[in-house]
C-alpha cells in the first residue's frame, strides 16, 4: 500500500506591518507635499510685499493731495513737483503759502526715500480748467507714485496714481 501524502492546505501568509515599499512611497509623498507647502508660503510673501508696496504708494499719495489741499493757496506752486528734483528753499516756520508748498515737496521726497519702495519717485501734475459760463477756474490735481518691483525676477515699474479735485 502506498502511502499518500494529505494534502496541503493553502494557508494566507498574512503580512504584519509595513513593506518598505509602501514607507518609500509615503515619505515620498510627504516630501513633495511639504515641497510645494514651501513653494506656496514663498509665493504668499511675495505677493504680500507687492500688496505692502501698494498700500505705501498709495499713502504716499494721499499724503501729498491733503498738503495740496490744505495750500490751495499755492496750488499752482505744486504742478511738476518732482521728487528726483525737488526744491531747495523750503522752510521751517512763518511760511508763506510759495515756501509751505516747496517744503511739502521736500518732506514727500523723505517720506518717499525713507519708504520701503524700491527707487520710488513721485510726481505732482496740476491742470487749470474752465467751468461753466462765468468761467470758474477748477484744479485737477494728478499726483503719482512710481517704484520698481521685482516679483517676476525683473525689474517691473508699478505706479499709483490718484487724481482729486480739490
Not at 494721499?62 to 489741499?69: F, Q, T, V
Not at 523723505?110 to 519717485?121: D, E, F, K, P, R
Amino acid at each position: 500500500m502506498t502511502r499518500r501524502n494529505p494534502p496541503k492546505i493553502a494557508t494566507a501568509h498574512r503580512q504584519r506591518g509595513v513593506g518598505l515599499i509602501e514607507a518609500l512611497v509615503a515619505v515620498l509623498l510627504l516630501g513633495v507635499s511639504l515641497l510645494g507647502l514651501g513653494l506656496l508660503q514663498v509665493q504668499t510673501l511675495q505677493h504680500q510685499r507687492v500688496s505692502y508696496s501698494n498700500t505705501v504708494a498709495q499713502l504716499l499719495s494721499l499724503d501729498m493731495a491733503e498738503r495740496i489741499r490744505a495750500n490751495l493757496e499755492a496750488i499752482a506752486q505744486y504742478d511738476g513737483a518732482d521728487t528726483q528734483d525737488p526744491p531747495d528753499n523750503g522752510c521751517s516756520s512763518d511760511c508763506t503759502p510759495a515756501q509751505l508748498a516747496n517744503q511739502d515737496v521736500i518732506d514727500w521726497r523723505t517720506a518717499i526715500q525713507g519708504s520701503t519702495l524700491t527707487s520710488g519717485v513721485g510726481n505732482v501734475t496740476v491742470d487749470e480748467r474752465l467751468v461753466g459760463g462765468a468761467g470758474i477756474g477748477v484744479h485737477d490735481v494728478s499726483v503719482q507714485v512710481q517704484w520698481s518691483d521685482t516679483l517676476n525676477g525683473g525689474m517691473d515699474i508699478q505706479a499709483y496714481r490718484f487724481e482729486v479735485e480739490p
